[in-house]
């Protein structure tokens, strides 16, 4: 009896660490999942600052779609568009309270932002919150949409 008590024992503490190995695993795979998003976010802020198109030409889905504060929908192609005609131009974007959530090969980021720029020559400097949506695809992260909203601070 004491032999079967022994071997349950062992059994059940075998499992456990190895159910924490694995809990760990996972938390350790979201984690550098997060750190890449995060970084990703980082690309993207440095690259609009500068005009730069490059980010979204290689990062952003081709189905990719945002959604500004004015609440109107524009494509890949036609936000490209608006940077490269500098129809588009941030002059700082100050971001806080990142989160990044990891859903398997999903990922929801949301953050609030300070951003001043104009867009035609129209203000659009303000405070936002801000949710982005990625899809690891062939082990590479692409953002697949963006989505804003004017907020009090």
């Not at 929908?73 to 002059?91: F, H, L, P």
């Not at 695809?137 to 953002?143: C, D, F, I, S, V």
Request: charged content about 25%; proline content about 1%.
């Amino acid at each position: 009896m004491k032999s079967k008590t022994t071997t349950l024992a062992l059994v059940v503490w075998t499992a456990l660490c190895l159910s924490s190995s694995a809990i760990a695993q996972g938390k350790k795979s979201a984690s550098g999942a997060e750190d890449q998003i995060k970084a990703l976010l980082n690309q993207s802020r440095q690259a609009v600052l500068k005009g730069d198109t490059s980010y979204l030409e290689k990062n952003a889905a081709e189905d990719y779609s945002r959604v500004g504060p004015d609440g109107k929908r524009v494509s890949k192609s036609d936000w490209i568009n608006a940077i490269k005609s500098g129809d588009v131009k941030m002059e700082s974007v100050e971001t806080s309270d990142v989160k990044v959530r990891v859903y398997g090969n999903a990922a929801v980021a949301t953050y609030a932002a300070d951003v001043k720029g104009t867009n035609k020559g129209q203000d659009i400097s303000g405070h936002i919150q801000v949710t982005r949506v990625f899809v690891k695809q062939a082990g590479k992260w692409q953002e697949v949409a963006f989505h804003s909203t004017r907020a009090s601070q």
